[in-house]
């Protein structure tokens, strides 16, 4: 079986790659930048794409995979910015659109929590999205897109929300590591904040 993985650099691919690197598979890493090694995964091919390009053959190009693992996404963690509209959700659903007519038949692309909105609360994958930020629409409207596609050119979609995910290689402004450093360093909390 064949995986190829876009945002293989990032946050999430890193440790998807560690993953699939103990399973018997070959590997795809897709990156905008080829030359910096992915540690995670030394058995992985790398190849450089960008999305924002437009590609003849792109499902040739990443090695006709079995399943493709969808994790890319720019302009985070700015989830206020209209870029998420006006560049990206355009960009993915043309990139995965052509995937698919080529072809492909299983994808798993990553959603976020904030497809919800601002809720407290249990939440379940069977509730009504109410998107309040520009990257929860945009990840919402992509799912929706991909679902009319579907209808056309049938596919396997798994979508699959993140909730406010943590860990190494994190981010170092995300809020843990900023509570740690500050932990650490001995600085005093001014304010709780509680999540309900």
């Known amino acids: 079986m064949k995986v190829a993985v876009t945002g293989a650099r990032g946050f ?5 790659l560690a993953e ?3 399973h018997p598979v070959d590997v795809v890493a897709i990156t905008r930048q080829p030359s910096i090694e992915i540690s995670t995964s030394p058995q992985a091919r790398i190849i450089q ?26 302009g985070l963690p700015n989830y206020k910015s209209l870029h998420h509209f006006e560049e990206e959700l355009p960009t993915h659903y043309r990139f995965l659109r052509d995937l698919i007519k080529s072809g492909l038949k299983n994808i798993l692309v990553t ?3 904030f497809e919800y909105g601002m809720q407290s609360g249990q939440l379940n994958e069977r509730m009504a999205t109410c998107p309040n930020n520009p990257y929860g629409f945009a990840k919402d409207a992509l799912r929706t897109q991909l679902g009319y596609l579907k209808t056309v050119n049938p596919f396997s979609l798994i979508w699959g929300r993140l909730f406010y995910l943590h860990g190494d290689g ?6 843990l590591p900023q509570l740690r ?12 904040f509680t999540f309900r």
């Open 181 to 192: 450093r500050a932990v650490e360093h001995g600085d005093k909390i001014l304010r709780v």
């Open 49 to 74: 794409l960008d999305l924002r390009d437009e590609y003849a053959d792109s499902l040739n190009m990443i090695g006709n995979p079995d399943v493709f693992i969808h994790l890319a996404w720019g």
């Open 20 to 22: 699939l690197a103990k």
């Open 12 to 16: 999430i691919g890193r440790h998807v």
């Open 170 to 175: 994190q981010a170092e402004n995300s809020l």
């Open 111 to 113: 959603g976020t929590c």
